[in-house]
């Protein structure tokens, strides 16, 4: 038996990328290499699980927890992004390539690429899509100078960006109300950003405006108290049950409206607000 000399990273896969008609199979096959896929598979792999691949067509593993602080200023873009060959553990098969269809009776995976994948067992985790044209008006207004998102790792920089060079003006901070990754995670660039304008002197010169569509900032007392506290601290003026109904980009207008669930708070209202300095 020969030796072998790796000139790879200790944590490295190799990724599979299938040709057009090819057919393999995999004991666990899992969808998506995002944080779910990922430790799923690390997990089945300490069960001694054999047998397991993971589909997954990016090469940069992107850890969204981050995007909060690079939006909110206390953490550089770079941080957030790991190759996807390293996160990915070892002895797990790496499939390079995008799922397209998903027959159950035949238990097979079609992918991107022409080729298929058959399975014993399928978990699906190809996380959440954001759907920026939900909203008229969000998309052109995200693309345009004045919006910037935690969601994206793209916007997350641009946000940043707009709040280091505010000096004065309004900021429209909304918290998305339908299905969203972690939707209270909105608001954390928002305090992040409050300090910051705090610190450098400029706070009181913007008026900051929170649309949260839940009659409470969070929805659990013992963080409600803690929150409006620091709210109260940096003068946000909160709209509760409230949601934004579309933005115009060009105007730098946001219109809002109550939030389905119907009971407007305390201090909620229908309204616009115009966001930049
Ligand atoms: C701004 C923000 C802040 C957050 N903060 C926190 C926090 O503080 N604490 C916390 O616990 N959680 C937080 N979360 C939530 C957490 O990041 C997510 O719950 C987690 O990343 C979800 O992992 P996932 O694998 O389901 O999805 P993702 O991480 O989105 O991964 C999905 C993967 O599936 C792949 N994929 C998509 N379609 C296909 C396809 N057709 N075929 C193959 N692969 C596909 C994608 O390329 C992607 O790599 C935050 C999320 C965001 C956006």
């Known amino acids: 038996m020969g030796s072998s000399t790796s000139t790879r990273p200790a944590r490295s896969t190799v990724p599979v990328v299938p040709a057009p008609g090819e057919k393999r199979h995999h004991q666990v096959l899992i969808i998506g290499g995002g944080n779910a896929g990922v430790s799923l ?18 090469s940069r593993h992107l850890y969204q927890p981050l995007f909060s602080h690079i939006a909110g200023g206390t953490a550089d873009a ?41 399975y014993d ?76 304008w705090r610190r450098t002197g400029v706070l009181q010169d913007i008026r900051v405006v929170l649309v949260v569509s839940t009659p409470t900032i969070f929805g659990m007392d013992i963080i409600d108290e803690e ?14 049950s409230t949601e934004l109904a579309s933005v115009d980009p060009e105007a730098r207008t946001v219109v809002l409206r109550p939030s389905p669930d119907g009971s407007t708070g305390a201090h909620g209202s229908t309204g616009g607000s115009t966001g930049g300095s």
């Open 41 to 58: 598979a690390g997990r089945l792999n300490r069960y001694r699980v054999k047998d397991i691949a993971v589909i997954e067509p990016r």
């Open 121 to 196: 067992h399928l978990v699906v985790c190809p996380g959440i899509q954001n759907d920026w044209a939900a909203i008229p008006g969000l998309k052109d207004a995200m693309e345009g100078p004045y919006g910037g998102s935690n969601y994206e790792y793209e916007l997350a920089p641009k946000a940043w960006k707009l709040f280091r060079e505010l000096t004065s003006g309004t900021v429209v901070f909304t918290q998305p109300p339908g299905p969203a990754s972690c939707d209270g995670a909105a608001q954390k660039p928002m305090y992040l950003a409050c300090d910051y």
């Open 227 to 240: 929150l409006t506290r620091k709210i109260d601290e940096y003068g946000i003026e909160v709209r509760y």
């Open 78 to 118: 770079f941080d957030a992004v790991r190759l996807q060959s390293a996160v990915m553990p070892r002895g797990v098969t790496w499939i390079q390539d995008k799922a397209t269809d998903v027959s159950t009776g035949t238990k097979t995976v079609l992918l991107e690429s022409g080729s298929a994948v058959t």
